[in-house]
């Protein structure tokens, strides 16, 4: 048993540095110098008075990733306030919930729901109220299309006032827009190692970080970006990035890994149930998504992004609009944190993102 467990860490670890090395290989063409320059942040654009006649009737609720909470959007909280509510991902509750049948990014969605619903149902359907946003960074972003399309199809009162959804350095399709080695490495983890030892990989690694603090200090320093720029911005935020790792909870680490990656070994592409999939044509001129993404993000690629658009997403009528970042990496709430904080702007006041 604890052979197998040592194997499992080694098959990640191994497959990790892989990865991360490999996408250096091939994204590092520039120099350092040109990369500071063209892939330096934005300046700021915001209206403070348009930001206060916003404060009382407009919210946008987002959804931090796996491993960061909401502190990974703390400099735009800094400029909006009240209007970003951050809610922090939480493990499924059955008892408050609902039984759960099977584990997915779904399954998610429909709690988190449930708990916008319980906690601001009042407040949304005030006169006064005019508007509300739904996203996310990473995963979460995931998770919050699949919320918008439960509040349309359960609570049409709310979602009338639903404006729209945007994603952060996220994907409209985990399978199809994930770095295809990494995914590769996930599906054997995933469908062949057995949970226990699944669940010692997470207990080890959260261990691991927690009292020798080794591991993602040394992985952040080759997942950030191929830019010193970036590297240095990191830093910057080691503390914090080092705090949200440590405060996870390995139940709800295990728990979400299974539904990030809750498909079987042969059937990659039908992922999802057919109730579970996403309707396109929901997300129309009303009800845009908008989705801000760095050209050299490690885990989930632009250009497969774009790709899944093309293919999927408008020919099904579905108002998707995608801007890619030039020189930028995954965590742009940090590193390109002015350019999140204009995208955010020009969202909710409803302004051409692109």
């Known amino acids: 048993m604890t052979t197998l467990l040592y194997a499992g860490i080694a098959v990640l670890v191994g497959g990790g540095y892989y990865l991360l090395f490999s996408n250096k290989k091939e994204n590092n063409q520039l120099d350092d110098d040109e ?9 700021i654009i915001v209206n403070n008075d348009l930001i206060q006649q916003k404060k009382t009737n407009t919210r946008m609720f987002l959804f931090p990733s796996l491993f960061t909470d909401h502190r990974i959007f703390s400099n735009q909280k800094k400029v909006y306030g009240d209007i970003l509510q951050v809610i922090d991902l939480f493990e499924l509750d059955e008892k ?13 969605a429909k709690q988190l729901t449930a708990y916008i619903v319980k906690n601001y149902e009042k407040e949304i359907l005030d006169k006064d109220f005019e508007q509300f946003f739904v996203g996310g960074f990473c995963v979460g972003g995931m998770i919050s299309i699949f919320v918008a ?17 945007m994603l952060v350095g996220s994907c409209p399709s985990f399978t199809h827009c994930v770095d295809p080695r990494y995914l590769k490495i996930k ?17 080890f690694y959260l261990w691991a970080n927690r009292y020798l603090n080794k591991i993602s200090s040394l992985m952040e320093s080759n997942m950030v970006s191929v830019w010193k720029e970036d590297r240095n911005i990191m830093l910057k935020y080691k503390t914090v990035l ?35 999939q996403v309707e396109w044509d929901r997300f129309n001129n009303d ?7 760095g050209d050299n ?46 995208f955010i702007y020009n969202i909710i006041q409803g302004s051409p993102v692109l």
């Not at 509040?151 to 006032?161: H, V």
């Not at 997403?313 to 999140?340: D, E, I, Q």
Request: aromatic share 10%; net charge neutral.
């Open 187 to 203: 599906k054997v983890v995933m469908n062949y190692f057995p949970r226990f030892v699944l669940n010692g990989i997470v207990r």
């Open 297 to 342: 993000d490690y885990l989930l690629r632009s250009n497969l992004c774009e790709s899944f658009v093309k293919q999927q997403v408008l020919p099904n009528k579905g108002n998707y609009r995608l801007r890619v970042m030039k020189h930028s990496g995954h965590f742009l709430p940090l590193t390109r944190m002015n350019a999140v904080t204009n």
């Open 96 to 108: 408050v919930y609902g039984k759960v049948d099977e584990l997915t990014l779904h399954s998610y």
């Open 242 to 276: 080092d705090d949200m790792m440590l405060d996870k909870d390995p139940n709800f680490v295990f728990q979400m890994l299974i539904a990030e990656f809750n498909f079987t070994a042969h059937d990659l592409d039908n992922t999802l149930k057919k109730d579970e």
């Open 149 to 165: 399309q439960e509040l349309m199809k359960g609570y049409p009162e709310i979602a009338k006032k639903l404006k729209g959804v």
């Open 287 to 293: 009800l845009p998504i908008s989705h801000l993404h």
């Open 35 to 43: 990369c500071m320059t063209e892939g330096t942040d934005e300046e």
